[in-house]
């Protein structure tokens, strides 16, 4: 009877949005992004479209908690390439250690890309040093600044 209680216990604080989430749902199309609850509190009641954009919003006022996701979505690739190229544009600091994380983030094969070409531009430098590695692929991203001027919209 006790697990039985444990259980209804556990279902309603999940529902009430009492416990954090660090994954999408098992059947999302993003199933395979993961993160660390840690870093991001992410409620159990949230729709996924509601957990992406928190997310993002965590990335885009705290770059360096893009480290903790694992396959990150596109739209979270696209938030780090927001601050990058805000960084560049601004001048206020160099965005290498944010170009390591995204580089990161491409060492597994189940990362969708942001950008068409994003993952073999990183590839192709695979025997370089960081640094020769984020100068091509910030002069990559230059290249696709279009790319940063897409506009979501909710369906």
């Known amino acids: 009877m006790l697990p039985k209680i444990l259980d209804a216990l556990a279902w309603a604080s999940r529902a009430c949005g009492f416990e954090t989430v660090s994954s999408f749902p098992a059947r999302h199309p993003y199933a395979r992004t993961h993160w660390n609850p840690a870093y991001f509190d992410i ?4 729709k996924p479209d509601a957990i992406e954009r928190s997310i993002c919003d965590s990335i885009s006022n705290t770059p360096s908690v893009f480290a903790y996701i694992v396959n990150p979505t596109p739209g979270m ?5 927001a601050v ?4 560049m544009r601004r001048s206020c600091g160099n ?3 944010l170009v390591a994380m995204l580089i990161n983030a491409y060492q597994s094969p189940y990362t969708q890309e942001a950008i068409p070409g994003l993952r073999g531009a990183i590839g192709r430098g695979v ?5 020769t590695r984020s100068r091509d692929i910030l002069a ?3 290249g696709m600044h279009s790319a940063f001027d ?3 919209a909710e369906a």
């Open 43 to 46: 409620a159990s009641d949230l």
């Open 77 to 81: 690739q696209r938030a780090l390439m």
């Open 150 to 152: 897409v506009i979501e």
């Open 127 to 131: 025997h370089d040093d960081l640094a």
């Open 140 to 142: 990559f991203l230059g």
């Open 84 to 87: 990058i190229e805000t960084r």
């Open 95 to 97: 965005p290498v250690d």
